[in-house]
């Protein structure tokens, strides 16, 4: 908690403009950026090894390549990850750190490695390669607990689907011009807001890491998420700002006998 804190700080003013905070949490791709590109880290120094192990001189210039590689790969990789990490809290936040260390720790023994490599001291950028792909692999361990386990990153909005059917939520004459409500539909949580005489719905459940977002703020056609300010689009669900990935459903309204109706999207 002591290391966490003060770099979780350096970190939320690093990723304050919205394009780095969106590119960074995988906003244009639609889902989180980190574990993709763990996969490049990754799978060069895996494949280094194996080249080191079975592959024989001819595959030595390939092998030191892919070091070299990895550890390029590892700065956008690590970035990413601290931005995901910066929204954490308690738990998840402590493995997080551990999470790093053991991936940092496998950056330093890789570099160490393409230095003896460099220096023509295969056998100790053998050694020292295989060392920091043990650590690589305590990290990787680390960071499917964190996601799998724990759900850091997981949409929670995966299996909210809303009622098929018109359902009634509300009385249209207690959503006045410029108000929202959380109402329930057929169990769902629903954010209603009215604007321009259009009356939209959202989720009221954050995708990101399930904040409520009626206890928001409105603005410009969007809805802010108090917890780590995601910001949606009332008109689609769409994401302006990260570090949502996963869009808000949406759904279907209609007012019949002084009722606000909704109903999943078609």
Request: aromatic share 6%.
């Given at each position: 908690?002591?290391?966490?804190?003060?770099?979780?700080?350096?970190?939320?003013?690093?990723?304050?403009?919205?394009?780095?905070?969106?590119?960074?949490?995988?906003?244009?791709?639609?889902?989180?950026?980190?574990?993709?590109?763990?996969?490049?880290?990754?799978?060069?120094?895996?494949?280094?090894?194996?080249?080191?192990?079975?592959?024989?001189?001819?595959?030595?210039?390939?092998?030191?390549?892919?070091?070299?590689?990895?550890?390029?790969?590892?700065?956008?990789?690590?970035?990413?990850?601290?931005?995901?990490?910066?929204?954490?809290?308690?738990?998840?936040?402590?493995?997080?750190?551990?999470?790093?260390?053991?991936?940092?720790?496998?950056?330093?023994?890789?570099?160490?490695?393409?230095?003896?490599?460099?220096?023509?001291?295969?056998?100790?950028?053998?050694?020292?390669?295989?060392?920091?792909?043990?650590?690589?692999?305590?990290?990787?361990?680390?960071?499917?607990?964190?996601?799998?386990?724990?759900?850091?990153?997981?949409?929670?909005?995966?299996?909210?689907?809303?009622?098929?059917?018109?359902t009634p939520v509300l009385a249209d004459a207690e959503l006045g011009e410029g108000e929202h409500r959380k109402v329930d539909a057929g169990g769902t949580s629903v954010l209603l807001h009215r604007s321009g005489g259009r009356i939209l719905a959202l989720n009221?459940?954050?995708?990101?890491?399930?904040?409520?977002?009626?206890?928001?703020?409105?603005?410009?056609?969007?809805?802010?998420?108090?917890?780590?300010?995601?910001?949606?689009?009332?008109?689609d669900g769409s994401i302006y700002r990260g570090p949502a990935s996963t869009e808000q459903p949406t759904y279907d309204t209609r007012v019949t006998d002084g009722q606000i109706e909704v109903r999943a999207a078609s």
């Open positions: 908690d002591a290391i966490s804190g003060p770099v979780i700080k350096v970190v939320a003013r690093a990723v304050q403009p919205r394009l780095v905070r969106n590119v960074a949490s995988g906003t244009p791709v639609g889902h989180p950026l980190h574990p993709l590109l763990t996969d490049l880290p990754i799978g060069a120094w895996t494949m280094a090894t194996v080249l080191d192990l079975i592959g024989g001189k001819a595959s030595a210039p390939a092998a030191d390549l892919l070091v070299k590689v990895g550890i390029v790969a590892t700065v956008p990789t690590a970035l990413s990850g601290l931005n995901d990490w910066s929204d954490t809290y308690g738990p998840e936040t402590r493995i997080g750190v551990a999470h790093a260390a053991m991936v940092h720790a496998a950056l330093g023994l890789y570099v160490a490695s393409a230095v003896s490599r460099s220096r023509g001291n295969r056998t100790k950028g053998k050694v020292v390669g295989l060392v920091g792909l043990g650590a690589l692999m305590a990290g990787g361990y680390l960071g499917g607990h964190l996601a799998f386990v724990k759900g850091v990153n997981v949409s929670r909005v995966a299996h909210e689907e809303g009622p098929d059917e018109w009221n459940i954050c995708s990101h890491m399930g904040g409520p977002l009626d206890e928001g703020t409105f603005a410009d056609g969007c809805v802010t998420c108090p917890w780590h300010g995601s910001m949606f689009r009332m008109t």
